[in-house]
Every structure is written in structure tokens, then in C-alpha cells.
């Protein structure tokens, strides 16, 4: 499904990575770890597509993801260190303006549940600047459990939240997997990941 | 030209190239703008309504000529950047911006000198100063950017697709300075005016135009080695030069 | 995908929804961009004196500069808040066209600087001795010309997003782009004031509408893509 071709990192002047090879087929997950600095933010930017490698190319089902374009933007979904909310909005309003950004139109139930599943019950209608910093994270967090993409890019997921919350998130990962959808993880935090195949891909080594 | 540009678009192949070639077109610059000067200053005949003071236009005119056409260049190469990534292409943008804006700041310099004696005033809003001013800030906006972009990367692409706006934006710009201008009836003098231009004018002012191009050849290229040389500075070719030129 | 000729512009819809509800929530970054507007307005008749005939003569000039420059204090934050909260990322992400996500942003940032000096534009014209189909023209011109403003701004936003010094660059970068809306525009209003027709300025002000909308999204789309990589 996902592969990446001899891959190249460049930052300013600085070779991150060179000659990165690796293949996910579904139900895989890939988990990319090294040291600070050593490019994995990098390399997940470049899988989303918002940065193109300096050599190589990824591939998605034999074709490069930079002419599938927004094809293949509707099958991945993203979740950076940014957490994508908005102080002025509620956790409702913010989750369907992102939900619509990935071209789903989900019903105001649906968005309930979802913020609910979270542990947000209540607080749906708040705006999100009354919201703690974890409590930010679940909000953004709770696309993923709307989302029907197969890919998903999870950039430090754990950052910020509580054990519970944790916990949930690796539920959610699994079920994705278990149901044949592909992830790439990185995290600093030790976190067991008990889910089905997963691949290890070191940098900076 | 018949060279092979795919050989030379690669920066390890073009340095040495242009290390070549860079003192030639500067030692064509320098005959030819003496030729030019010469030409302008002492053959040419005097001007019965202008008197000797109309000779600054062998150096404005020129110059007015090479700040648009550098624009226009500036601009190919940042779209053959954008569109084929070639960073030759990219640094050759970069390379042309500063002499560009210098042409066009001579240009306005001149035209303040010319229009003292011609029109008693060091400004006047006429369309073809002003649109040299707009050009000035266009170049301006150009190399600021580029400065204020740390990431060479995007300071390449950015300033690429602003050069490209810029281009797009020159025709419009010049069109509706001319209509404004027409509009305000301002004091406007055109050099074809008053007196048919005697064929030694012509011959200077070409050759002075030559002689500007030539200049902007070396420097650019010169400019082009520093910086293939900074941005390459990990590259063991570059490590070769620099072995073999401090032995 | 399920992307059907209404769903097209859904993308567009959503975002200019959100912006428009933000604003709602921010009013005073709404109301600053206006006070701007009349305070640069009115400084020039304690500059320049109070006799009418001048400011009558000078009036199309300085309410089209203070437009643009009004325009240009709000380009800052067209882009910025949601680069910083990542929200720009998604955008990038989505699988909806850029392009249109950014006309709907562009249509916001209009609704909520553009119209605002639309509507408040006579009453200040009157302050400057304007009659009433001058004051009309102005109107109409400002109507046309300030979503021009709003498009190519975005290119600049887009060019400058995240700079240290961004909103000086960002002046440098738009304001010579800026010069045809305002020949243009000042100029139908003072063939108006003076009893000429303005026809011609109008189409011409049309057309650099046209221009704009065709490509302006499209290249702010890119210049996004530049910026975020």
C-alpha cells in the first residue's frame, strides 16, 4: 500500500536522512523512532505530502502520492504536534469545521458521541479556550474516531494526555488496524504497542 | 547558443564553466562601454534643442532598457525553477535581482540628471519614471523576501512565484500608469520628440545596451559561482576547488 | 471520491461559515480595521487645511489610499492564526481543492474588512465636500475594487506567512501590485466629480476583478504550499 523509494531528507543544508527504504501493507503499523533532530516530523511531513523529499518517492498502491494529490489526501488523515482547535469555538463546532476539511459531513449526534467517547461529555459546547491543554488534544483527537481514511500519520499522539486518554488512543489504533487500515507512529513516551504487525524504522543511526 | 544545457543546468559542471567565461564578457563590457561612450560623448552630434545635455540618455536609456528586459529574464528563470526544480535556474533569479534593481536605480538617477535641465524639476511624475519607480519596488519586494526567508528552499521557490506575479503584474502596471498619466496631463517629454534621432545616437545607444548586457553576464556569473560554492560548501567537488585553488 | 458539483464548493462554504463565525466572536479585530480607515481619512484635512475646494479635489485619492492601506493592516492576520494553531496544515491536507479553501477564506476576510470601508466610504466622502453621484461612483468603485485588494493581499499573506517582519515585508510585496486598483478606482471617481463618464475605468476595474478572482486563489494556493513545506 505504502512504500517509500530511497528516500532524502534535506533541512536547510543539512542531510537528515538518505537512501530510506520501508513497505506497510494494510493492518501494518509503522513506528519511527530516533533521537531529536534526527527527521521523523520530517519524514511524516513528507508522507502527508507537505513536504517533497529531495530524492526518492512514496508511493501509494504503485503510484506517487505527489500525482494522486487530493485522491489520496481523502484516504490519509494527519495528526501533528499542532492541535488544529480554535479558542473561539466549541469542541462541536471545531470538530465539524475539521471533519468537513476532510470531506465528511458527519451529523451533530455523531460529533456528540464522538467528544463523549473522548471524555468530553459536557463540555462539547464550551469554547475551547475555557479547555486544559489535554482536554485540546481529545477535541483534535476526535476526528480520528470519525475519520474513514486507511492511512494515519500520528506525530507524537501521546503528547499531553492523561493515562486514560492513553490508553483510549491505543484502542483506537488497534481497532484501525484490526479492520485491515494502515498507521505510522512516532512517540517519545513509552508506550507498549500491542497492536497487530508492527515495524520498527530507526533514524538517525 | 549551441551548448548543451542539461550538461551545464547541474551546479558542479556550470561553476568551472562559468569561471571561464566570466572575464571575458567583463572584458567585452569594458571595451564596449568605452566604444559606447566615446561614440555618445564625441560623435554624436549635439542636440539643436537640447544642447550637450541630452547626452545622459546614452547611459538612461540603456539602462531603462536592460532594469525591464532583467525583470523579464529574472522571471524566466524563476519559472523554469518552480516548474523543472532546477536550482541553477533558481540561484540564476537570485543572481540578476541585485543588478536589475542597480540598472533601475541608475535609470531613475539619470532621468533626475536629464530632467533638471529639461524640465527645471529633478521629478517629475511622467509614466515612464514612474513606472520605473513601481519597477525599483517590485525588485525591492523581490530581494526582500528572499533575505527574509531563512530556509533557501523556499527562499528560492517564494521569491520564484513573486518574480512570476511580478511579471504578470509589469504589463498591467505599466498600462495603467500610461493611462493615468494621459489623464493628468502632466509635463512629459519623449526623446523621439523634437529631433528624428540622427543614426550615431542609435549606433551608441545599442552599443551601450550591449555593453550593459555584457556587464550583467560576468556579474552574474560570478555571483552564480559564490553561490554554488555556499550552498554546496558540503560537496566533495567543492572540497576538489577548494584543495586545488588554496595550493 | 464523492465529490459532486455542489460538493466542490462545500469546501469553500465551510471555511468562509468558520471564518465569519470567528470574526463574530473577535469583533474588535473587525472594528480596528475600520477606525483605521477613518482616522487615516481624517487626518488629511488637518494636514493639508480645511478649505473644501482642495479636499474636494484630493478626496477619491485619499479614501482609495486609505482603503488599501486599511486593507493591508488586516492581511496579517488573514493567514497567521491558523498556521500557528495548525489548522493551515489540515487545510493543506484536505481533500478538497486548496484553491477553493482559499476563496473562501478570501471571501471572509472581504465580508469582514472590504464591506465594512464599502459602506462606511460616503460618509466620509461627504466630510470631503463629494456630491452625490461622486459619492456613488466611490461606492461602486470601492464595491469592485477592495475584493481585488482582498486576492492579491492573500499572495503577499500567503508569501510572508510566518516571517519575522512580515508586515513590513508584506506592504513591500503588495502595495506596487496594488497601484492599477487604485489609478483605476480614484481615477473614476474624479472623472465623475469633474462630469466625465467613468465607464471605461469601471470595465477596466472589472476586469482586474476577473483577474484576480481566476488566479489569485489559485497562486495563494501554491504560495501556501511553499510556505508550510
Known sequence: MLR??????????????????????????????????SGKTTLLRMLCGLVAPAEGAILWNGEDIR?????????????????????????????????????????????TRALGTLGLRGLETLPAKVLSQGQRRRVSLSRLLLSRAHLWILDEPYTALDRSAVELLQGLIRDHLARGGLAVLTTHQQVEIDAGITKELRLGS | MALNWFKYSSPASFYPLAGRLAPWFGVAAALLTLTGLYLGFFVAPTDYKQGEAYRIIFIHVPAAWMSMFIYLVMAFYAGLGLVFNTRLSAFMARALAPTGALFTFISLWTGALWGKPMWGAWWVWDARLTSELILLFLYLGFISLQAAIEDPRRA????????????????IIYFSVQWWNTLHQGASISMSQGSAMAATMLTAMLVMTLAFWMYTIAVVLTRVRCEILERERHSEWVAEVASRETR | MEMSGIGLLSGTRNILARDLTLAGRRITDVLTTLFFFVIVVSLFPLGVGPEMNTLRMIAPGILWVAALLATMLSLGRLFTADYIDGTLEQMLLSPQPLSLIVLGKVAAHWLVTGAPLVLMSPLLGLQFGLGGAALGVLMLTLLIGTPVLSLVGAMGAALTLGLRGGGALISLLVLPLYIPVLIFGAGAVEAVASGLEAGAHLSLLGALLVLALCFGPWVTAAALRISLE
Open chain 1, 67 to 111: 500525482s494522486v494529490g487530493d485522491a489520496y489526501r481523502a484516504e490519509m488523515v494527519y495528526f501533528g504536534h499542532l492541535a488544529g482547535v480554535k479558542d473561539e469555538l466549541s469542541g462541536v463546532e471545531n470538530l465539524r469545521v475539521n471533519c468537513r476539511l476532510a470531506g465528511q459531513d458527519p451529523s451533530d449526534e455523531e460529533l
Open chain 2, 156 to 171: 528560492a521557490r517564494a521569491s520564484g512565484l513573486l518574480a512570476l506575479i511580478g511579471a504578470v503584474n509589469v504589463p
Open chain 1, 4 to 37: 517509500g523509494n530511497a528516500l532524502v531528507a534535506v533541512r536547510g543544508d543539512r542531510r537528515l536522512f538518505a537512501g530510506l527504504d520501508f513497505a506497510l501493507d494494510a493492518g501494518e503499523l509503522l513506528y519511527v523512532n530516533g533521537p531529536n533532530g
